[in-house]
Every structure is written in C-alpha cells, then in structure tokens.
C-alpha cells in the first residue's frame, strides 16, 4: 500500500498485444520492464465480444466487469456512453490532486469515445482529429511512435498525471506493407529466419509499439519524471484477426482458448525489485492494484475487482 504514492502513472491500453512475443532482441523495452518490474503469471485477458477493446479499456480503468454479449449494440461504449464512473482510477487519482490524460490516436467517434472517455475522469481527452488541427498534419494513426505527438502537444508537468494511452498499431489485418519499414530490426532479432507472412506482420508492428515505449521513456526522463513513473501495461486481447491455427502453432500448439487469454501485464518503474505475482486475476483488478500502490486511502468499495 502506498509504495509509489505521489507517482505518475502511464496506463497503456495496448492493442492486440500478445506478451508471449515479447523478447530479448525483438522489443528490448518491453523486455527489460518485463524482466525488472512487476509481472502476473495467473492473468486472463477476458475477451467480451463486441466491442473488446472497449470493453477492456473499461475493465482496466474502472474495475468493473464488461457486459457478455455477441450483440453489437451491447458492448460497453454503446450501452454506457452517457454513465457516469465516479469511481474509476482516473477520477480517483484526479481527486488527490492528479492532471489526467487520455490519447488514442484513432478517430474521436468510434466507440462514442468522445462522450464516454471523460466520465472516467480524464480533464483532456485527445484523439486523431485534434492532433491533425493542431498542426500535425502528416499523423499517420497506425504508427503509435506518432502518439508521442499527443505528449508533446498537450502534457504539462507540474503536477502528478496519469496518461492513459489506448495503442493501436498492432490491430490487424496483419498484411500492412507499411510496416516493413522495420524490416531491418526483425532481421537484426532474427538473422536469417523466415516466418509465416502473417507472423512476421504481427512482429513489425510490435517492433512499432516497442519503439514508442521507448520513445515515451525518454520524454519522461528529459522532463525529469521517468525515476517516478509507474507504467502499466496490458493488452485489450490477443490476436484473434490472424489465422487461428498460424498464430497457434507461433505460440507453441497452445490452442485452448483460456490459455490463449493467459498473458502477461507489465507494472514497471525504475529501480523496481522484479516480482512475479501468482495471485489470479483479469483487467478488472488492475484499477484496485493500482490505486492501493498509489493511493490507499482511495474507495475500493464500488470495484468487482480487487487488488
């Protein structure tokens, strides 16, 4: 309880992030949170079609369960668009005195983001559409190393702030020629490897989502806030736009789908005692978790989850 009280956080909301492909050579930033922070071995991406995403960035952020149901018109963003979550870590933290950020880079109405993302307490909401008014016309919303735009342009840091970011590079399809750009870096993890097309395209855009991690530390560190930064990391799903049976195999024959949810989420700060957290668990405790490290003297009697 409290042990990082008064620290910023950084809460990613990471988009079709499969933890099983992070590596040493492959996403060096990852890794080196993975290995020296705080990792959870029993965690479940619980996966609430439609809308997942959605419904993940909710569980995260407000512990509270999403709603199970196949019916598009029932995912969260649809039938809580106008609900007010008092209680939601973002509105705790603003509460103690925090400035709080939420980034996507994609487009402001997609999911009713626009009207829904400030009822978890976030005092700037931005996406696509105001970092191109803002000048920065050559966005490109499927590289996240383009978000650290969003910080650049909006983030002051006078006081302690929570920046969520929800990612979006490594959604599929995964057949998008634009990230060969990274072609270098996968040769460089993997000399002379061939992989399945659809693989080496997931690998490219987790390189992209790797290099904004690091582009996001040195922001912090030139305005002096990395050494009291808590990152969070998490993905909303696992990869279920590739072909089932190729991204299977990848990850090693696992094909029951419970284990395909289990990943890894990442707690991360410098200096950090590298923990692995055995306790089961999904999206809906990481608020508690969070607010009881930050602040314990928070309401924890209106999350589902616990920490």
């Not at 992209?208 to 993905?235: C, S």
Request: glycine share 6%.
């Amino acid at each position: 309880s409290d042990l990082y009280e008064g620290y910023n956080v950084v809460y990613i909301v990471s988009e079709t992030l499969e933890t099983r492909f992070i590596d040493e050579t492959l996403t060096t930033n990852l890794y080196n949170m993975r290995e020296n922070g705080m990792t959870f071995d029993n965690y479940f991406t619980t996966v609430f079609q439609q809308g997942a995403t959605c419904n993940s960035e909710y569980m995260g952020l407000s512990g509270l369960v999403a709603i199970s149901s196949n019916d598009w018109s029932s995912n969260i963003c649809d039938a809580y668009t106008h609900n007010e979550i008092p209680y939601a870590l973002p509105n705790q933290l603003r509460n103690i005195g925090y400035k709080t950020y939420y980034f996507h880079s994609g487009f402001e109405w997609f999911y009713n983001r626009k009207e829904m993302v400030p009822n978890y307490g976030f005092d700037v909401v931005k996406f696509q559409e105001d970092i191109i008014e803002d000048g920065y016309t050559e966005f490109n919303d499927r590289f996240d190393t383009n978000m650290i735009h969003f910080l650049d342009e909006y983030v002051t840091y006078e006081e302690p702030f929570m920046i969520t970011l929800l990612t979006y590079s490594m959604h599929g399809a995964y057949n998008q020629s634009e990230f060969e750009i990274h072609a270098d870096q996968l040769e460089a993890a993997y000399p002379n490897q061939t992989f399945d097309p659809e693989i080496r395209n997931y690998m490219l855009k987790l390189i992209e989502y790797d290099n904004m991690i690091g582009l996001l530390m040195d922001r912090l560190e030139k305005h002096g806030e990395l050494d009291n930064t808590l990152f969070v990391i998490y993905p909303d799903h696992y990869p279920y736009m590739m072909d089932f049976d190729t991204y299977t195999s990848h990850i090693g024959g696992i094909d029951d789908i419970h284990e395909i949810m289990r990943q890894t989420p990442i707690i991360y700060t410098t200096g950090m005692q590298h923990q692995v957290i055995h306790t089961t668990g999904s999206q809906i405790d990481l608020a508690p978790t969070v607010l009881n490290m930050i602040h314990s003297d928070g309401v924890f009697d209106y999350f589902m989850g616990t920490d």
